[in-house]
């Protein structure tokens, strides 16, 4: 407000034009706020290009796009595509690795930072509890291709250390990445090697939050430890781990491209191969981009309704949800 | 003391998490520094066996993942510093309450968080303009980050608004403010956000690998894959390994030279991350 007292030139000139109305016009604020409106230039042209003119190019899921017709000029051909997708094999597989693998991280991954901040936060002696959480902390910050590069090295056959470990036993060489019996359990440790440490950075700061009272009370009143982080440790972060609940959920539909991709080899595609890794090789690779658009949209709006739903439920039992 | 024995276990499981994290690690390191004989017959657990620098000798010889390195530098460089302008104009244009329209941009960012962009439409959009192989294709589809811009956003709201009208009043334009106030205070922000950036674009993949098949403009991770998937398909074949084995430490080498700058700047990366990650959730 104060603004107009030293823009005299600017409003005042407005203002004699007859727009100094209670509800002042778009003008006035376009003028008085034309420096917030040119800094926003950059990141909105950014999201008006790549997420919204994108939305016109999912057009192509319904036509049978041409790349010299281009969006537009290409025909319409209804839902053939999605014909064509829900009778095919592939894409039950594809969906059904898609939930199952996103499943597995729920069940397994999902818990272990839990369990691990509670682990940390009974550590008393300061310079160790920093140690180990430095070094659980470091994954997080390498890329998969690295981090999978490891996993293939250290589970080779021929040279990896856990085959030789195995060998010290007696155990023939075990061939995890290329079996399908295994390279699930590779996919669901590596995620909790990539995460879990980090994963507790939040948990912790939950659980500094509550109010060191309640334990000073339930140690007056005899109770242990497990009974402790029953009754309140586990109660005060409810709320944290409804909220990462809903992330989790809503992305159901997305296993981490770059995760899966660096993982697989043709030799386990009917248990690795998700949506991610099928549409780049539909499209990007095959150039089908009509069909891949198809199941990119598909993947897309079951994953909007996945979050919706679940940030409803999660609002419901009482634990505020996301928005 | 009696506590302290009663808790030995878990400081021994603990020790143990934190050991078999760091282990895969340390353990291509000792691979990428030993003789292929070691190698081949499965010596090599933490420390280098017959120690040879010549894999990495060899990787220097051939250059092409120094190149790689070089583009990787480059797009973490330039990238970081446009998506720190696209963001922090945004995020402190979005946290002014006397903004017209703030609902309908905000509107704009959540919706990009909740709808995922298909990568078809994404390929084309990049396709028509003109940004196939160039870094251009890295940069732009991943300019600003809708989770980073709304942290920003609420530490610039937790600013104290009397600052801004005191200065208002002393004459000074939302420029002035924006550049002599806002962004000194908001030093510690600023690092944690640029260090997300360009954490990310350091391990940049997916874009890489999606619009840039020019050989001499792949970064550094896209690179490494194309090292490591040779031998991978051919031992598909379960036939016999031992000729794979000189790969073997030129891909331990190539993992190291990938990871090395990260790990070199990790003590003070993870200060600015878990900073960022904490205010960040005072919110959520």
Redesign the interface.
């Given at each position: 407000m104060p603004k107009t007292l030293h823009q005299p030139s600017g409003p005042a000139a407005i203002r004699s034009k007859g727009l100094n109305k209670p509800g002042r016009g778009l003008l006035f604020y376009l003028y008085r706020d034309r420096y917030l409106y040119l800094f926003l230039i950059p990141a909105m042209s950014y999201f008006f290009l790549f997420k919204f003119v994108t939305l016109y190019g999912e057009l192509i899921a319904f036509k049978d796009f041409r790349l010299l017709d281009g969006v537009w000029g290409s025909p319409w051909v209804g839902l053939k595509h999605f014909h064509t997708l829900f009778g095919s094999s592939d894409f039950w597989n594809v969906l059904r690795n898609t939930l199952l693998l996103n499943l597995y991280n729920l069940v397994f991954a999902f818990p272990a930072p839990i369990l691990l901040a509670l682990l940390l936060n009974e550590l008393r002696v300061n310079w160790f509890k920093r140690a180990v959480q430095n070094m659980l902390y470091l994954p997080f910050f390498i890329s998969w291709v690295v981090l999978a590069g490891i996993i293939v090295s250290l589970l080779s056959p021929s040279t990896g250390v856990v085959n030789a470990a195995l060998r010290l036993f007696g155990i023939d060489p075990v061939y995890f990445m290329t079996s399908t019996l295994w390279w699930p359990v590779v996919f669901i440790v590596s995620t909790i090697w990539q995460s879990a440490g980090w994963g507790t950075i939040i948990y912790m700061a939950a659980i500094s939050s509550i109010d060191p009272g309640l334990y000073e009370a339930a140690k007056i009143d005899g109770a242990t430890k497990l009974r402790q982080i029953w009754h309140i440790t586990l109660p005060g972060i409810r709320g944290t781990i409804g909220v990462l609940l809903v992330l989790q959920m809503g992305k159901m539909m997305d296993v981490g491209f770059e995760h899966i991709f660096n993982l697989q080899n043709a030799a386990v595609f009917s248990v690795s191969d998700v949506i991610s890794t099928f549409v780049y090789r539909t499209g990007l690779q095959n150039a089908q981009y009509s069909l891949a658009t198809a199941v990119g949209l598909f993947q897309a709006l079951i994953g909007l309704i996945l979050v919706l739903t679940v940030n409803k439920i999660v609002k419901k039992l009482g634990e505020g949800g996301l928005w | 003391m009696v506590n302290r024995l009663k808790?030995m276990p878990?400081?021994l499981?603990?020790?143990l998490?934190?050991?078999i994290?760091?282990f895969?690690?340390l353990?291509?390191l000792a691979?990428s520094l030993s003789s292929s004989r070691a190698?081949?017959s499965?010596e090599?657990?933490l420390w280098p066996v017959e120690i040879t620098v010549q894999a990495y000798k060899q990787l220097f010889i051939d250059g092409q993942l120094l190149i790689a390195l070089k583009n990787t530098v480059i797009i973490t460089a330039v990238g970081t510093v446009l998506q720190m302008?696209?963001?922090t104009?945004?995020a402190?244009?979005?946290s002014?309450r006397?903004?017209?329209g703030r609902q309908i941009?905000t509107f704009?960012?959540?919706?990009?968080m909740?709808?995922?962009?298909?990568?078809?439409?994404?390929?084309?959009?990049v396709k028509q303009l003109h940004l196939i192989n160039t870094f251009w294709a890295i940069w732009?589809?991943g300019?600003?980050s809708a989770y980073n811009?709304f942290v920003m956003k609420s530490f610039f709201e937790g600013l104290p608004a009397e600052l801004e009208?005191s200065a208002?009043?002393d004459?000074a334009?939302?420029?002035t403010v924006?550049f002599k106030l806002t962004l000194p205070l908001s030093k510690p922000i600023l690092a944690a956000i640029s260090l997300f950036y360009a954490?990310a674009l350091?391990?940049t993949?997916?874009n890489a690998l999606?619009f840039i098949s020019k050989s001499q403009l792949l970064p550094v991770?896209?690179k490494?894959?194309q090292m490591?998937q040779t031998p991978?398909?051919s031992?598909?074949a379960?036939g016999d390994?031992?000729q794979?084995?000189q790969p073997?430490g030129l891909?331990?080498a190539?993992?190291i030279i990938?990871?090395l700058p990260?790990l070199c700047v990790?003590?003070f990366?993870?200060k600015h991350?878990?900073k960022g990650?904490?205010l960040g959730?005072v919110k959520?």
């Open positions: - | 808790s878990l400081y499981f603990l020790a998490c934190a050991f994290t760091v895969p690690i353990n291509i691979m190698i081949i499965g090599v657990v302008i696209a963001t104009l945004a402190y244009t979005l002014k006397r903004l017209k941009f704009m960012v959540m919706f990009s909740l709808f995922g962009t298909g990568l078809i439409p994404l390929f084309l959009l732009l589809p300019l600003v811009l009208e208002t009043i004459g334009t939302d420029l924006f954490v350091w391990n993949y997916s999606y991770t896209v490494l894959y490591l991978i398909d031992l598909l379960g390994s031992s794979y084995i073997e891909k331990a190539a993992i990938t990871v990260i990790y003590p990366l993870q991350f878990i990650v904490l959730s959520g």
